[in-house]
């Protein structure tokens, strides 16, 4: 291609850090850019006016992981085992997400990612995957972040499944919220032995849209449905970008 897709990659917050401070897995950035992608950074910090002169110029989105979401959005009050909330970095996410749905601009969302996308549509969470629904499969797993701990089931012939080129895929977990009830128009197409939501879609949606539960951003090294899911969401920005 002769020019290469923007990607804006959303940023992670220090919580309890002085000064607060905005980072990003370097991670992401290099799947983006494996796949021909050129990565731009978004802080949760952005004023709105800086966020719409940015977002004018990006072809796509990545909604990456990070802490858990403010239980209040979906009308809840916290557990005792929540973990670094940040209030501006949720509104920001959410805000993005809808300005990609309305728009059509290619959207993968991430762990923290796909759960902000349901939270965006309305939908709730669970807030500690380990006793609400409770499981004994290990969703936060203690080994390298490279390594897959469990499978997930894959719906045939969904879109998810089209782009990972799999049915059943082995994943790494790293999550504490899961999904709980779906946000509108939202379709679960993947889930783990315990039945922990893993996949989501928007049936209907015209332009790109996928979110995973699992960190594929740490796995593209071995794995080519890893690999399938950033380069998918880079063909379809460098597609969004050709038609401006």
């Known amino acids: 291609m ?4 923007l990607i804006g990659v959303s940023m992670s917050i220090t919580v309890k850090a002085s000064p607060e401070r905005a980072y990003v897995n370097s991670t992401y950035l290099n799947a983006i850019q494996q796949a021909g ?5 978004l802080p949760a910090q952005l004023s709105p006016r800086s966020w719409e002169r940015l977002a004018a110029g990006l072809d796509g989105l990545l909604l990456t992981g990070g802490g858990d979401i403010d239980p209040a959005l979906f009308g809840e009050t916290p557990h005792p085992t929540l973990y670094d ?6 509104t920001f996410e959410a805000t ?18 796909l759960q902000v ?8 969470l669970y807030q500690d995957v380990g006793t609400e629904p409770g499981t004994q499969l290990e969703h936060s797993q203690k080994g390298p972040r490279d390594e897959p701990t469990h499978k997930v089931k894959v719906t ?8 990972l080129g799999a049915d059943e895929v082995e994943v790494n977990s790293m999550h504490h919220q899961a999904v709980k009830a779906l946000g509108r128009g939202l379709t679960a197409c993947a889930w783990a032995p315990d039945q922990i939501v893993e996949g989501l879609e928007l049936p209907g949606h015209d332009g790109f849209l996928l979110a995973v539960q699992w960190h ?4 593209i090294g071995h794995s080519e449905p890893a690999r399938r899911l950033f380069s998918a ?4 920005a460098a597609a969004a970008r050709a038609r401006k």
């Open 2 to 5: 002769s020019t290469f897709p």
């Open 37 to 41: 992608g050129v990565p731009v950074a």
């Open 85 to 90: 909330v940040a209030p501006i970095r949720d």
């Open 96 to 113: 993005a997400a809808r300005w990609a749905l309305e728009r059509q601009v290619p959207l993968l969302c991430v762990c923290r990612g």
């Open 117 to 124: 996308l349901n939270v965006a549509l309305g939908g709730t």
């Open 156 to 163: 045939p012939g969904s879109r998810l499944a089209e782009v």
């Open 216 to 219: 594929p951003e740490e796995l």
């Open 233 to 236: 969401l880079v063909t379809h």
